[in-house]
């Protein structure tokens, strides 16, 4: 980025997940040389960390922690794995307070085994948010459920739409659940326009993340997301969208993508910087982004 070209990175954040090949040290040092103020982090590299180690770390570098994730897996129908899962998404919330986030990213979880019954698998999700809700708002933290693109429903995630996030939500307190907006998961829904601007009314965009979506999609579709302008979605007019929906948090771009982690990790936050650059570029001048490889390079 040239001085006479500046890059306002005031919401961007860089998701751990992007660059897993980075130690927290490292990509905290990343972050700080590239001007990115925020990253999101996971729960598993942290706890190897250390929480309150991480929780220093990230503080004493200027960094803000946007989100953590992740909690949820609560569609289990036995008791006791349910109660244990509840108990873990305690821990995840004591966590997130501790590392000074205010979001925790839920990941619904599948069906169990041998069920065919979303609707209950849902409904079951709804138990622990009323459950977990008032425990993560007195310490701070919301939950913010994340659809996922419908063909994780049977294993990972039965909430597959925007709209089926939001109606889960809005059984409770905006300043408990809220949504995350991904457009890897969502930019393909013509009904999701409709349920981010209902959740944007109610408060409820507690996440904005981005990662494209490339065709073809790469063996093992959970490590397929395109580097930015790599791919087929409409970075900025989702970006629009979430904007026009009233929401003025962090922007993370949360990648999982084999190419990438292969690589230099510092280069890797130095090259979505410039993506992330060029997408609002593009956008602000009426243009798009083309001719970039699933990398986005």
């Known amino acids: 980025m040239s001085p006479r070209d500046p890059l306002d990175l005031s919401r961007l954040s860089i ?124 310490r701070g933290v919301r939950l913010a459920i994340e659809p996922l693109h419908p063909m994780y429903a049977s294993d990972r995630c039965v909430v597959s739409t925007l709209g089926q996030a939001v109606d889960l939500a809005e059984r409770f307190p905006a300043e408990e659940v809220g949504v995350v907006v991904d457009t890897y998961h969502v930019w393909w829904d013509d009904l999701a326009p409709a349920a981010l601007a209902r959740a944007g009314a109610g408060g409820r965009i507690h996440s904005f993340q981005l990662a494209d979506w490339i065709t073809p999609l790469p063996a093992g579709a959970l490590t397929g997301r395109g580097q930015l302008g790599g791919g087929v979605i409409d970075l900025w007019g989702w970006y629009e969208r979430v904007a026009a929906a009233g929401y003025p948090g962090p922007v993370e771009v949360e990648l999982f993508n084999e190419e990438l982690w292969g690589r230099e990790g510092a280069q890797v936050v130095r090259e979505t910087v410039e993506r992330f650059g060029a997408v609002m570029r593009a956008g602000t001048a009426g243009g798009a982004l083309a001719g970039q490889d699933p990398a986005g390079r």
Not at 51 to 66: C, H, N, P
Not at 76 to 97: G, K, T, Y
Not at 112 to 129: F, N
């Open 15 to 138: 998701n751990q997940m992007t660059v897993k090949q980075l130690s927290l040290p490292e990509l905290v040092d990343a972050c700080v040389e590239s001007g990115v103020p925020g990253v999101g982090l996971w729960r598993e590299p942290v706890r190897a960390y250390g929480v309150e180690a991480a929780a220093r770390l990230v503080r004493d570098a200027g960094l803000s922690v946007t989100t953590l994730c992740r909690g949820g897996f609560f569609t289990m129908s036995e008791p006791h794995a349910r109660v244990r899962a509840l108990d873990d998404n305690r821990a995840a919330i004591d966590e997130a307070a501790a590392l000074g986030t205010d979001t925790l990213v839920l990941v619904s979880g599948g069906l169990p085994e041998g069920s065919r019954d979303l609707a209950g698998a849902r409904e079951r999700v709804a138990d622990a948010l009323a459950e977990l809700g008032p425990y993560a708002r007195a």
